[in-house]
């Protein structure tokens, strides 16, 4: 159902009371990390075109977890097995990691958890992360959960839509998300421009979210306002994580396209967050992207007239972390939120991109 139309300050008014709010932000990253260029001479990697993929990408350092080297230069052959064992180990000390930060920032306790989603796309697990890390954590039994797997870099704001509608049905009860993004699980090395575009860009990562809605209380934090989603079926086969015959293993696949077609539904899908609101692209203070690769962004911000500046967190995301997939919007949303530069009134718009193809964004209010 539509908002009918309303003037902005109302829409905040009549969140009062009623929208969840973000109360904490976590992030996590592996111990190790590699610049560009070291990736390039650890592998060896001497083909002029591929160093350019690498060097070119806008990223300067990415956490990873790559497979062992010998003395000799060479490097352990990893198995599907051993990548599922990779995202299990690497996953879960990111996560809980991630987790513990994000408690600590929002006042919380695993004692308060009472609801719990874990969103991963570069690995397969049963039973999933949210039932581990419940373990591993000590969070009561009891706490609800939800596993959200295989959406890709845009399933942190379709698992946030989740964790909001259990928020604003359980006021005063703190839900949590984490995104658990193991990528050098993901990786096959072949030499191929279409696996050096994927292993130019992506790393590892995991970002946690508190949410809890109002119960009479004062809970601050910005309101998540509403949610929109827009799905591209033309391009559905553009980006995928789907097995390949050759290795033996998944692997990622991007379409040189994919920025394209993103930049060029930007607009639609601002205009159907922004329907009936009674808001426009001017009333918007704050932009959180997902840092999907710097063609990505670039068209994005082309296609909705941002600046530079508007993205600023977005880029730097990318620069010192690659793409962490889908909780990439949450290491923006951790550095915006660190600027101390939002003002009480203030509207901002979360946006990540992904499989399907995808758009989702969500509208976020401060008071």
């Not at 293993?249 to 009936?276: M, N, T």
Request: proline share 4%.
């Amino acid at each position: 159902m539509e908002l009918a139309e309303i003037s902005p300050l109302d829409l905040l008014d009549r969140s009062d009371g009623l929208s969840p709010r973000i109360l904490g932000v976590g992030t996590a990253v592996p111990r190790t990390s590699y610049s560009q260029r070291e990736i390039l001479d650890r592998f060896e990697i001497t083909d002029p075109r591929v160093r350019s993929i690498f060097l070119n990408s806008a990223i300067e350092r990415r956490g990873l977890t790559l497979p062992t080297q010998h003395s000799d230069g060479s490097w352990d052959f990893e198995s599907q097995g051993d990548l599922l064992r990779k995202h299990a180990m690497t996953g879960l000390a990111m996560g809980r990691e991630a987790i513990e930060k994000c408690l600590e920032d929002a006042g919380a306790s695993l004692s308060d958890v009472r609801y719990l989603t874990c969103v991963s796309t570069t690995g397969l697990l049963t039973p999933g992360f949210s039932a581990l890390l419940i373990k591993e954590l000590g969070i009561d039994r009891h706490c609800s959960r939800l596993d959200v797997v295989g959406m890709g870099c845009n399933a942190g704001l379709n698992a946030l839509t989740a964790v909001a509608g259990w928020a604003g049905a359980h006021p005063g009860e703190l839900a949590l998300m984490v995104c658990i993004e193991a990528c050098s699980a993901a990786y096959v090395f072949d030499g191929t421009m279409r696996s050096s575009v994927v292993n130019s860009l992506f790393g590892d990562g995991a970002a946690a979210v508190a949410v809890k809605a109002p119960d009479g209380a004062e809970v601050g934090g910005p309101a998540l306002l509403r949610f929109s989603s827009c799905i591209i079926p033309d391009a559905v086969d553009a980006m995928r994580y789907d097995w390949d015959d050759d290795h033996g293993k998944f692997s990622f696949y991007l379409d040189p396209e994919v920025p394209y077609v993103v930049g060029a539904h930007a607009e639609i899908s601002l205009d159907r967050l922004l329907q009936g609101t009674g808001l426009h692209r001017s009333h918007i203070s704050h932009w959180v992207l997902h840092s999907g690769g710097k063609k990505v962004i670039d068209s994005v911000r082309m296609n909705l007239g941002l600046t530079r500046h508007d993205v600023r967190h977005t880029t730097g995301v990318l620069r010192d972390h690659g793409n962490v997939s889908s909780g990439s919007f949450l290491f923006s949303y951790e550095r915006l939120r660190d600027e101390n530069c939002i003002q009480p009134g203030d509207f901002g718009v979360f946006m990540t991109m992904g499989p399907g193809s995808t758009i989702e964004m969500a509208l976020v209010g401060w008071q």
